[in-house]
């Protein structure tokens, strides 16, 4: 069974900074693309950053670029999100995605229940 848990949200003022961390279990996290989407009130979904498997290759949203930074440690099952200068725009559920491999050629995306990040004065 495919488990995503993220965690570290919470309330947070403008220009401050959270680490998101996302835990995986349930496939071979190591060999598995990583992403991290956030979907606002009203808003699409949208893709925040993405980390390829090595870690070597990261892409980022236009609106987060320069503030935001991924990463992943593959020992840990586990990758984060460090939000810097959050605005209040960055207000959000947060959802951490695998890239998950099935058997023959499929790929399956799995989502995490997400975590609040609300960002307030």
């Known amino acids: 069974q495919v488990q995503l848990v993220e965690s570290g949200g919470g309330l947070v003022q403008p220009g401050g900074s959270l680490r998101l961390s996302c835990v995986a279990s349930?496939?071979?996290?190591?060999?598995?693309?990583m992403s991290w989407y956030r979907q606002a009130p009203g808003k699409e979904r949208e893709l925040v950053a993405g980390?390829?498997?090595?870690?070597?290759?990261?892409n980022y949203g236009d609106s987060v670029k320069g503030r935001f930074i991924i990463s992943r440690d593959n020992a840990k099952n586990t990758v984060y999100l460090q939000m810097n200068s959050l605005k209040p725009e960055d207000t959000a559920v947060y959802y951490c995605?695998?890239?998950?491999?099935?058997?023959?050629?499929?790929?399956?995306?799995?989502w995490g229940q997400g975590t609040q990040v609300t960002v307030s004065s």
């Open positions: 980390i390829s498997v090595p870690g070597g290759l990261t």
């Open positions: 349930g496939f071979t996290f190591s060999s598995t693309a």
């Open positions: 995605k695998a890239a998950v491999a099935l058997g023959g050629w499929r790929q399956y995306d799995y």
